[in-house]
């Protein structure tokens, strides 16, 4: 079992930068996917970025392809998302997730597939 905590959300004018952080417990976190998502006011929660837990390969929303970064440090139980050049489509609650799955039938991209979830952290992107 993990446990996961965000930080780093806050309020940015459009075009700015924030780097997400999300720590992990214990001692199993190298061998979790680790996944961003986030949630809008009305909106489902949707897919952002994942990181692989074997070989770090990592995937992308369209939405933010080019603009975010996923990365991990396992000696730290760290997941970070850099986002760069935010937008106010951006604003959002986000969450990371771990998932213990090394097959996904729904896709990484799905919700469902991920077993634990961090609590949120809140960004506000102004126009």
């Known amino acids: 079992q993990v446990q996961l905590v965000e930080s780093g959300g806050g309020l940015v004018q459009r075009g700015g930068s924030l780097r997400l952080s999300c720590a992990g417990s214990g001692r199993t976190f190298s061998s979790y996917d680790m996944g961003w998502f986030r949630q809008a006011p009305g909106k489902e929660r949707e897919f952002v970025a994942r990181v692989s837990w074997s070989v770090g390969s990592t995937n992308y929303a369209d939405s933010v392809k080019g603009r975010f970064t996923i990365s991990r440090d396992n000696a730290n139980n760290t997941v970070y998302l850099q986002m760069n050049s935010l937008k106010p489509e951006d604003t959002a609650v986000y969450y990371c997730?771990?998932?213990?799955?090394?097959?996904?039938?729904?896709?990484?991209?799905?919700?469902?597939?991920?077993?634990?979830w961090g609590q949120g952290t809140q960004v506000t992107v102004s126009s």
């Open positions: 997730a771990a998932s213990a799955r090394r097959y996904y039938s729904g896709g990484y991209y799905s919700p469902h597939e991920y077993d634990y």
